[in-house]
């Protein structure tokens, strides 16, 4: 009698960029080929390259099939980050900075300057995220979920923020700020609107079985 073997299991990381950012419409058989040949012997390496792979010319592939479409979204997404967007953020976190600087000015306590400085590194932080997360969400409502123009502005929006913030490229936190809006831009066009939608799809089951 044979041993049975349990299957090895693909890396989880990998398998869950492809389900999320893969843009092509045959995503699922490209990713249960993947793990069939994993399973067969491929190891971890060749499995997160051709992960990784299968995104990238899954996402070139849809925007040069629509690239009207994923031109409007990327020119959506730039006018609402850096017109709508950052100006106002940009006007409150001035404001938080100056106090920030009138009180290290006025304090003696060297805790509470710490405090507060590591107060003012969160605040960036998450302004990145919360302003990439509403970027995101809004291009992907506006454009029925793809995929492809969310990755674009993951990739065009960040690289236009750093080549105007030069200044602050040797920078631990500029760094951390300019992951946070790849984040956020990642998470709020692929998974809060997809999450709604799926939420839609679900809510709409009872009632087509109602009326059959």
């Known amino acids: 009698m044979s041993q049975y073997r349990p299957s090895k299991r693909p890396p ?3 398998t869950w960029l492809l389900k ?3 843009c092509s ?3 699922d058989a490209v990713l249960g080929d993947l793990v069939e040949r994993y399973q067969q012997g491929k190891t971890a390496a060749w499995y997160w390259k051709q992960s990784l792979v299968a995104v ?3 996402a070139f592939n849809e925007v040069r099939g629509h ?7 990327v020119l959506v997404g730039w006018i609402l980050f850096w017109y709508v967007l ?3 953020a940009s006007f409150i976190f001035r404001g938080i900075l100056d106090n920030y600087r009138e009180f290290v000015a006025d304090s003696w306590n060297s805790a509470a300057d710490t405090a507060f400085s590591y107060a003012i590194i969160g605040i960036f932080v998450s302004s990145g995220f919360a302003i990439g997360m509403m970027t995101g969400w809004i291009v992907s409502r506006l454009h029925s979920q793809r995929r492809a123009p969310i990755l674009l502005l993951a ?7 750093i080549s105007s913030n030069l200044q602050g490229i040797d920078s631990f936190v500029f ?25 839609k799809a679900r809510q709409s089951r009872p009632q087509q079985s109602d009326g059959q």
């Open 12 to 14: 989880f990381f990998p």
């Open 20 to 22: 999320q950012l893969g």
């Open 25 to 27: 419409s045959n995503n």
């Open 56 to 58: 990238i010319v899954s």
């Open 67 to 73: 690239k009207w479409l994923a031109a409007r979204a």
């Open 86 to 88: 950052v100006p106002p």
């Open 155 to 161: 990739t065009t929006i960040p690289t236009s923020f």
């Open 175 to 199: 760094w951390m700020a300019v992951a946070a809006l790849i984040g956020g831009i990642l998470f709020g066009g692929l998974f809060i609107a997809g999450l709604r939608t799926s939420v």
